[in-house]
């Protein structure tokens, strides 16, 4: 009898070990984010691992590095994708400008006015191809953009000091922005004074008077605990979107055969789709915390937005002189927007008739 048993554990051993090489996976795709598990990128990646793997029947494993297990910054992550030892990673349009300045486009002010009309620019036109092309081209053909998702909803314009409104109201405060040319180039134009600071020194900053305002979201706002530093007034003005480039190493990719591509391609739609949601609804539980703790939330008139554009038009100019492949991006962006606003536009028209 405990022979017996111990054949048939045996064998069940056996059969347990045939089942795991089976079943182990071609292809592994290491994925990283800078952030944490409360975060959209998180919530993108963790949507990404199950359509992959599910789709393709256990052929890719993902395995998710959340934080800087694998890289700090930008400039470190996206040398990672280029030379494999990251396969996926996510950057905001500032992290990668050091390498791919162009992609600033998504941090001009105004253009896109709402998420309709932005997930349709991100989603459907040529765009996102372009700057993959560009980037490959500026990436000796390692670094390819996959998709464009969203982190953290619409950069608002917040301070410590006054409500907003219009222009002119801006006029003298000091805001913090990173160290780049365009967010400066900005809040210059709105008559503010542009200063840089180290995300983590922001909250301190507030409190010491350092800077009395900033450009980001609400979740980011509140996720800092910036109002108890002293920030009071958040202005609605949605002056850009918050994209989130999603970058794969090329070798990686192209070395899939095809029925593997086009399951990392419909991964990544599924995760664009995940990271358009998640801010939308952790949005309204922060905007609700704001302003149950006495926070001053406005939302701008379409004439005082108007204002805010027309303050803030030089800037385009500025990027399509002084951003290598400025024009270039700033023509397939603004040609993308017209052509989702008319789609956008018709579709609503038909629904209200």
């Not at 992959?52 to 470190?76: D, H, M, P, R």
């Not at 219009?166 to 365009?182: H, N, W």
């Amino acid at each position: 009898m405990v022979s017996k048993i111990l054949k048939t554990l045996t064998l069940t051993g056996v059969a347990v070990a045939m089942s795991t090489v089976a079943f182990a996976a071609d292809y592994t795709i290491r994925a990283t984010a800078n952030s944490n598990e409360n975060d959209e990128d998180y919530d993108g990646l963790v949507v990404f691992k199950n359509y992959v793997e599910a789709a393709s029947n256990g052929a890719i494993a993902v395995e998710l590095f959340i934080g800087t297990q694998l890289c700090s910054k930008g400039a470190e992550c996206l040398q990672g994708v280029a030379d494999g030892s990251i396969d996926v990673y996510i950057s905001t349009s500032g992290g990668a400008a050091g390498i791919f300045p162009y992609v600033q486009v998504l941090d001009l002010p105004y253009l896109m006015a709402n998420d309709r009309i932005a997930e349709k620019v991100l989603t459907d036109t040529e765009f996102t191809r372009s700057v993959r092309k560009m980037a490959l081209a500026d990436s000796d053909n390692k670094i390819r953009l996959m998709t464009v998702g969203n982190t953290g909803g619409w950069r608002n314009f917040a301070n410590t000091k006054r409500r907003v409104a219009m222009p002119k109201d801006m006029e003298g405060l000091k805001i913090r922005t990173v160290v780049a040319d365009l967010p400066q180039e900005l809040v210059k134009a709105l008559g503010a004074s542009p200063t840089p600071i180290p995300w983590p020194e922001l909250f301190t900053s507030f409190q010491t008077g350092v800077v009395e305002g900033s450009k980001n979201g609400i979740t980011d706002i509140m996720g800092m605990k910036f109002p108890d530093a002293g920030l009071k007034y958040v202005t609605l003005d949605g002056h850009a979107y918050m994209g989130a480039l999603w970058w794969m190493n090329q070798d990686k990719f192209a070395g899939m055969p095809e029925d593997m591509r086009r399951v990392v391609v419909d991964g990544f739609a599924a995760l664009q789709q995940a990271t358009f949601a998640s801010p939308k609804r952790k949005s309204i539980q922060a905007y609700e915390d704001f302003v149950k703790g006495g926070g001053d939330l406005y939302v701008p008139t379409p004439a005082e937005k108007a204002a805010f554009k027309e303050a803030a038009t030089p800037v385009y100019d500025w990027f399509k002189s002084n951003v290598k492949g400025g024009e270039e991006v700033f023509n397939a962006l603004t040609s993308a927007v017209a052509e989702a606003e008319k789609s956008v536009g018709a579709s609503t028209d038909a629904d209200i008739n």
